[in-house]
């Protein structure tokens, strides 16, 4: 599940001032790309060092917001007895990224272990605050998850900074009840999803195909992310290329921005009281989401029991399939932990066990990263009555095959997505001109980014 409260800016300078603990320089090298070649780890850590500290009495603190994740932890106890683990729950997303970025600047407070989201991870790396975990052994782990899950947890380098968790390869939930009865045709290409908003607008004006959230910047960047887009990509080592704007991003604006002028498309704030009720009610035919979308629905749409389904998003080419994410977690070592090996064998233990990580998609209800599970027939086999009985995990462990392993996220995430609500998201919600606001976000991050000492291509 991402994390579903709007983020806020923070000035990277003041924090690496404050900080006093790295360069600025050293700092963007954590998490530069471009003509950097790979860097040797640090020296493995030996079997017997590993066996002596998983037998000596350690107390790690673990930040996550998890529901119950203590039932996972329990097993990671369970085996290693002397390795105490207490869970700390500091807020879902930003509040608990807030009162991270608060405790490592003091130099106090911080835990041993924390979850964050796979586009929070640049924040940290940037500030050099997350343990390399390659002499841990989690170099060896890398077959084991979804190709572009590790290239999300990967630095420039070879580092691997965390352990993915959960994912969010974005498909469309449709109601199979309103296609039927409007004569709609599932949509394979976004022309014939276009076609679609208007037939069905028009025969039934109280509904709308979809809704596009003007509040939600993360379905922006998965869309953009399917359209093939690279709006950050860092090189060097404080170099960052910025283009949110770029032509693909353009007819991604475009599009969205003429379907919300033309009326045929809703755009109103999800997860709010009025949007619930509009997926109850009918007003919406389909939700653009993502793998955690279905158990969700189920959950808060429960008077549509059986009527919906589920599909890979329409594509831009129908030749290449083609998919983004939206939302997912991951479990990093902070750097200034006294326990590195407890924690990273901690962090990976949680993440790959065959048991731990099935009991976070049976327990939790999260989307898998680890391909065993996608692969269990169990999981993958899965029927429910919510949706007619369809295999929808196998569809979107499908989905998931398609999605770019080579997508960035930039380490000032909290103001794009702050820009991008000012600018995009206003745009839509009062159906003005998006891909002008395209060149607003572009202006506001470039901006930004050079007062915070990059050197920005682009804009």
Same mark, same amino acid.
Request: hydrophobic fraction near 40%; include cysteine.
């Given at each position: ?15 690496? +001032?404050?900080?006093?603990? *790295? ?6 090298? =954590? ?9 040797? =780890?640090? $020296? ?21 917001? =998890?529901? $119950? ?7 990671? %106890? ?12 500091? /807020? ?40 390399? !975990? ?7 782990? #890398? ?14 380098? /070879? ?89 693909? +991003? ?104 065959? $048991? ?6 049976? #327990? ?8 065993? !599970? ?13 949706? /007619?009985?369809? #295999? ?28 991008? %609500? $000012?600018? *995009? ?21 470039? %901006? ?7 050197? *920005?291509?682009?804009?």
């Amino acid at each position: 599940m991402p994390e579903l409260v709007p983020n806020h800016a923070f000035s990277r300078r003041s924090f690496l +001032a404050a900080a006093g603990a *790295v360069s600025l320089g050293a700092a963007l090298a =954590a998490c530069s790309g471009g003509g950097s070649t790979a860097a040797p =780890a640090a $020296e493995k850590v030996s079997q017997a060092d590993i066996d002596k500290a998983m037998a000596t009495p350690t107390e790690l603190v673990f930040w996550s917001w =998890a529901p $119950e994740i203590e039932q996972e932890v329990a097993l990671f %106890t369970k085996k290693y007895p002397a390795i105490k683990v207490t869970v700390q729950n500091a /807020g879902q997303g930003t509040p608990q990224y807030t009162k991270l970025r608060t405790a490592l600047q003091a130099g106090t407070g911080a835990p041993d272990l924390a979850q964050v989201e796979f586009q929070y991870l640049p924040t940290f790396t940037v500030l050099d605050s997350l343990l390399d !975990l390659r002499p841990y052994g989690a170099d060896a782990l #890398k077959a084991k998850f979804v190709d572009w899950t590790w290239g999300q947890v990967s630095g420039p380098n /070879g580092e691997v900074f965390a352990i993915p968790q959960d994912t969010g390869p974005m498909g469309l939930l449709y109601r199979q009840d309103i296609f039927d009865r409007y004569g709609i045709a599932v949509p394979k290409t976004w022309d014939e999803f276009a076609d679609a908003a208007r037939k069905l607008h028009a025969a039934a004006p109280d509904v709308y195909l979809t809704n596009l959230a003007s509040n939600q910047p993360a379905a922006w960047h998965g869309l953009l992310w399917q359209a093939g887009d690279k709006p950050y990509t860092m090189s060097g080592k404080s170099d960052i290329t910025v283009a949110v704007n770029s032509p693909a +991003a353009k007819k991604l604006a475009g599009y969205w921005g003429g379907l919300a002028k033309e009326g045929v498309i809703g755009t109103e704030t999800d997860f709010t009281d009025s949007w619930y009720a509009s997926l109850n009610n009918g007003k919406y035919a389909t939700w653009i989401t993502a793998a955690w979308g279905p158990a969700f629905l189920s959950g808060s749409a429960k008077a549509t029991a059986g009527k919906w389904r589920a599909a890979p998003l329409p594509q831009w080419d129908a030749a290449k399939p083609s998919s983004g994410n939206w939302g997912g977690s991951t479990t990093a070592v902070l750097k200034g932990t006294k326990n590195p090996i407890a924690a990273a064998m901690f962090a990976q233990f949680l993440n790959s066990d065959p $048991e731990s990580a099935k009991m976070f998609a049976t #327990k939790q209800l999260f989307f898998p990263a680890t391909k065993a !599970l996608l692969a269990d027939p169990s999981f993958a086999g899965d029927t429910p009555s919510f949706y /007619g009985g369809q #295999k929808v995990n196998e569809v979107f462990s499908a989905i998931g095959e398609t999605v770019s392993p080579e997508f960035q996220w930039p380490p000032f995430l909290d103001q794009a997505v702050t820009d991008w %609500t $000012e600018t *995009v998201g206003k745009s839509l919600a009062d159906k003005t001109d998006t891909v002008a606001a395209l060149d607003q976000w572009q202006s506001r991050i470039t %901006t930004f980014a050079k007062n915070q000492g990059f050197t *920005v291509q682009g804009g």
